[in-house]
T-cell receptor, first 109, second 114 residues
Framework: GEDVEQSLFLSVREGDSSVINCTYT??????LYWYKQEPGAGLQLLTY?????DMKQDQRLTVLLNKKDKHLSLRIADTQTGDSAIYFC?????????FGKGTSLLVTP | DAGVIQSPRHEVTEMGQEVTLRCKPI?????LFWYRQTMMRGLELLIY????????DSGMPEDRFSAKMPNASFSTLKIQPSEPRDSAVYFC????????????FGPGTRLTVT
């Protein structure tokens, strides 16, 4: 697939909100995903959104989808030091996932 | 469920040697995926199977790479002969192919070819 774009780094203070942005490529993508990867670990599925939705909320996580601009965002409320990780945006491409390069989130005390 | 299981977790081998990576998907999942993660190229799909049949292997780098899925609970990714540029983390993932098509990833195999 084409490139899914994400900014590489984000630094926030503990307790603040984090917003990670992503631009995807395929306007026909039915599902869009956010994964979290901690150092030396696999990818953990955080949440996903169906393309006919604008927003999905799951505890501290809020996903916003703008289909017109092919823009996806992940908001983490009350960010904690344990949220420090790499966050990957992905679009469903056929039955496989097309990933962005990941955004490294650093949460400072 | 134990999740997706991969072995070995780490593999160090010399250039030219054969390497075999193993994966056990989540029980009941009928899709299995192999991805490779490198700093330069990020996460790339290598191949995926549906009901043990390879569906798309267009991401397999070259003939040195081969993947099999002899049954619903086991898959292998083989590299023969291995080269230093194959050094990467190889992930296996599985999904049920219905609903949200959620893919669950294994912990990965970190391969180092010297």
């Amino acid at each position: 697939g084409e490139d899914v774009e994400q900014s590489l780094f984000l630094s926030v203070r503990e307790g603040d909100s984090s917003v990670i942005n992503c631009t995807y490529t395929d306007s026909s993508s039915t599902y869009l995903y956010w994964y979290k990867q901690e150092p030396g670990a696999g990818l953990q599925l955080l949440t996903y959104i169906f393309s006919n939705m604008d927003m999905k909320q799951d505890q501290r996580l809020t996903v916003l989808l703008n289909k017109k601009d092919k823009h996806l965002s992940l908001r983490i409320a009350d960010t904690q030091t344990g949220d420090s990780a790499i966050y990957f945006c992905a679009e469903l491409y056929g039955y496989a996932l097309n990933f962005g390069k990941g955004t490294s989130l650093l949460v400072t005390p | 469920d134990a999740g997706v299981i991969q072995s070995p977790r780490h593999e160090v081998t010399e250039m030219g040697q054969e390497v075999t990576l193993r994966c056990k998907p989540i029980s009941g999942h009928d899709y299995l995926f192999w991805y490779r993660q490198t700093m330069m190229r990020g996460l790339e799909l290598l191949i995926y199977f549906n009901n043990n049949v390879p569906i798309d292997d267009s991401g397999m780098p070259e003939d040195r790479f081969s993947a099999k899925m002899p049954n619903a609970s086991f898959s292998t990714l083989k590299i023969q002969p291995s080269e230093p540029r194959d050094s990467a983390v190889y992930f296996c993932a599985s999904s049920s192919g219905v609903g949200g098509y959620e893919q669950y990833f294994g912990p990965g195999t970190r391969l180092t070819v010297t």
